[in-house]
């Protein structure tokens, strides 16, 4: 009786020694499921919001910069609907108003800008026509964003 009472303790020891080894770590994850580096699971960029809504200060560009390359490769075109914009990735659309006139349009971001301070949308020269700014220059916006591409680029101004 003796024996296989020792018998019986050194089984349950070397059980409880294998599943230590093997088994869970102090945080209850399994080990295997613990990566042999550590990195966090947080991304070093937090992903674009979706559907937001900015209300800010746009202007339009043009004159000198049509055939010009934009921050994506293409050529700009100002009789195209697009913009150059702070903070949101290339190829996005944005639906554009007006908020002095309630004029809108939608148009798609190709290039980084602007570089005037307080601005965060520069438009074609069709998209100003079209939301009735070309005479003042500038006017107050809301920009509700559409549609956004995953992984793409994003000029580093925030919105």
């Known amino acids: 009786m003796r024996c296989s009472a020792a018998r019986l303790c050194l089984l349950w020891l070397c059980a409880?020694?294998?599943?230590?080894?093997?088994?869970?770590?102090?945080?209850?994850?399994?080990?295997?499921?613990?990566?042999?580096?550590?990195?966090?699971?947080?991304?070093?960029?937090?992903?674009?919001?979706?559907?937001?809504?900015?209300?800010?200060?746009?202007?339009?560009?043009?004159?000198?910069?049509?055939?010009?390359?934009?921050?994506?490769?293409?050529?700009?075109s100002s009789s195209k609907m697009t913009a150059a914009a702070k903070g949101l990735p290339l190829g996005s659309r944005v639906r554009v108003t007006n908020l002095s006139n309630g004029r809108s349009a939608t148009v798609r971001i190709n290039d980084c800008g602007p570089y005037r301070k307080?601005?965060?949308?520069?438009?074609?020269?069709?998209a100003a026509r079209k939301l009735g700014l070309i005479h003042d220059g500038i006017a107050k916006v809301r920009i509700k964003v559409i549609k956004q591409p995953d992984g793409a680029p994003t000029c580093p101004w925030a919105l």
Request: glycine share 12%; charged share 20%.
């Open 16 to 76: 409880l020694t294998a599943a230590g080894c093997a088994g869970v770590t102090t945080t209850g994850v399994p080990r295997s499921a613990v990566p042999a580096v550590y990195t966090p699971s947080v991304p070093a960029v937090a992903p674009p919001e979706q559907k937001r809504t900015i209300v800010a200060d746009a202007s339009w560009y043009g004159p000198g910069f049509d055939g010009h390359k934009t921050a994506n490769g293409e050529r700009f």
């Open 118 to 126: 307080g601005r965060k949308l520069d438009l074609s020269r069709s």
